[in-house]
């Protein structure tokens, strides 16, 4: 409906407007905040009135009455210093249902990214560990924005970078060795940088009867290193001794087949865990294979025009191409860092032909977009093609208190307990009712609420009762035609129909904004205020117990607000029950 505006508002300013005109397409055509002052509004006429050097108002009258001549417009008043408020027509607004109806699951959909590939990159946790509740917030907003993406034409690719090549995997693997030594001698110590948690105990007995050769290393123990520290760097470089005492015991390819084996069953989980939570994806990325792939060597080379040494390192210069600072991309022991696979694995997805790259990340990623874009600067790809989405981390309530969480200490709330809990429609609904950027506080009690304080509820019981009325019109024995509905429907006259006509018409253009601002929450805010309607309409309209003809438009009008709920909802990975 805001398209077809929009194209009769560029029709309007065109003999107004004159040279000007195309500069201002689309421009201060929005959703008014207040109904009293229309459905739309447009500032057109301000943003003109400097260059036409004319009285603001004045405009917005010309204007006015160009866009009044047509059919899809209803009113149209000029107010305050040139706004221009339109109404749209009820006529426009029944036939709308018409169409909604026979769209059905398309309806919201576009051709808007036609023609454009996009990756999108989302979780990506370390295979050391289950998905926590912060990780369950970065799968439900990817997931919804690739959907999202997918609903306006884009093609969408969903990809997760496994980081198995890297330190955490030796620490993961020693830690399952250090509890494996533990399951024989009970008194033997576990370092603070270790990873902790029930999960690591699973891991070790599971590993003690796949690798019975670690399994009798475990009963001769391991001769630890001097000098234990408590916390900080110096704990960490404690853990790499202890890393490297562990190799000397084990073996360097049995110590790394434990690493390897639990971090292939930590990724199982993974796998499950977002299999239940509704979240598949096209392609996982092993970092392992980009080294041995030798992906990241090739990158390099491609770089070596603009890289340097110094101190023994191999430098890339990214402060050249915007970054803060050089970076380096090979240490002084011969080890590519973490930031050269970045680079390798990001130039690969522009190889892989993705147009976008978009990655949605924790917010302690902040520094990451300006080194990864001069990277592929330097490689001559557009750095405008990485795109990044920063999501803020998660607290927990319950009972009204915060819930005390450390990963450190092996505390953490996995995503699988809050699925439990609150169940996966609730987590994921409440995961993107706030902005990714903002932190969010997720009240469990709420979640579990079956009432309209509960915003997920708020909405599916929305959906249930459209399922129940048809129920019951089956159940009196009545019957419904589509045709006959929409020939009634200019019946639909009561100002909460108006209102729910036009939320039910304003998907389509929901759906494009949430998908251009990366915001799945604007889609998650829209149902909200769809169901607030859909509820106000149901409460004061009968339905069954009018008039034939005003029956079949409503109950029109009840069928197209059950098929936009249920595509909203589906655009958010949440289900829409026939009953509650």
């Not at 080379?301 to 915007?322: C, H, I, M, N, S």
């Amino acid at each position: 409906m805001k398209k077809a505006l929009s194209k009769l508002l560029e029709q309007a300013l065109l003999p107004v407007a004159g040279e000007h005109a195309g500069r201002l397409r689309h421009a201060g055509l929005e959703q008014a905040r207040d109904a009293r002052n229309g459905h739309y509004a447009s500032s057109a006429a301000m943003q003109l009135a400097g260059r036409l050097k004319r009285p603001p108002a004045d405009i917005a009258e010309e204007i006015a009455a160009g866009l009044s001549q047509h059919s899809l417009i209803g009113r149209v008043e000029t107010a305050g210093p040139g706004f221009i408020n339109i109404w749209l027509d009820p006529e426009a607004l029944q036939a709308e249902l018409g169409r909604i109806v026979a769209d059905g699951e398309a309806y919201g959909s576009s051709d808007l990214g036609a023609g454009r590939k996009v990756l999108v990159e989302f979780v990506s946790a370390n295979p050391t560990g289950p998905l926590h509740v912060g990780h369950g917030r970065l799968a439900a907003v990817g997931d919804c924005l690739a959907r999202l993406l997918e609903a306006t034409g884009h093609e969408v690719w969903r990809e997760y970078y496994v980081n198995d090549a890297g330190r955490q995997l030796a620490v993961l693997g020693l830690s399952v060795w250090l509890r494996m030594v533990q399951r024989e001698d009970a008194g033997a110590r576990f370092p603070d940088g270790a990873y902790r948690g029930e999960y690591v105990l699973d891991l070790a007995r599971r590993m003690a009867g796949e690798l019975p050769e670690a399994a009798e290393a475990a009963r001769k123990g391991m001769e630890w290193p001097k000098n234990e520290p408590t916390d900080g760097k110096d704990a960490d470089r404690y853990v790499d001794a202890l890393v490297n005492a562990a190799r000397e015991t084990l073996g360097d390819e049995l110590f790394a087949d434990i690493g390897r084996l639990a971090g292939e069953w930590v990724l199982d989980d993974i796998r499950d865990d977002l299999n239940q939570f509704g979240v598949q994806f096209d392609h996982w990325q092993s970092e392992r294979e980009l080294v041995t792939g030798g992906e990241i060597d090739a990158c390099l080379e491609k770089l070596a025009g603009v890289t340097y040494r110094q101190d023994g390192a191999l430098w890339f210069p990214a402060e050249k191409y915007g970054d803060e600072k050089d970076r380096v991309v090979v240490r002084a022991d011969g080890r590519s860092t973490y930031f050269a696979s970045d680079i390798a694995y990001h130039y690969g997805k522009r190889k892989r032909g993705a147009d976008v790259l978009l990655d949605v990340l924790g917010a302690d990623h902040h520094g990451y977009v300006g080194r990864v874009r001069a990277g592929l600067e330097a490689l001559g790809e557009p750095p405008s093609s990485l795109e990044v989405r920063l999501v803020q981390f998660v607290a927990l309530y319950r009972g009204g208190e915060r819930v005390a969480m450390s990963t450190r200490g092996g505390e953490f709330e996995t995503l699988r307990n809050l699925r439990e809990e609150v169940g996966v429609d609730a987590a994921r609904f409440f995961y993107v009712s706030r902005a990714g950027e903002q932190h969010l506080d997720f009240d469990l009690d709420l979640a579990r609420k079956q009432s309209s304080d509960n915003p997920v509820y708020y909405v599916q019981y929305a959906h249930a009762r459209v399922a129940s009325l048809f129920e019951k019109m089956q159940a009196r024995g009545m019957d419904f035609s589509q045709d006959e509905g929409a020939e009634h429907a200019s019946l639909l006259e009561h100002p909460r129909e108006i209102d729910l006509m036009l939320a039910l018409a304003r998907l389509p253009e929901t759906v494009e904004q949430a998908a251009v601002q990366r915001a799945p929450q604007v889609l998650a805010h829209y149902l909200i205020g769809l169901a607030q309607a859909f509820h106000g309409w149901y409460n004061h309209c009968k339905v069954l117990d009018a008039e034939s003809g005003l029956r079949g438009a409503r109950l029109l009008l009840a069928q197209a607000s059950g098929q936009v709920l249920r595509n909203g909802l589906g655009l958010l990975g949440v289900s829409a029950p026939r009953s509650m």
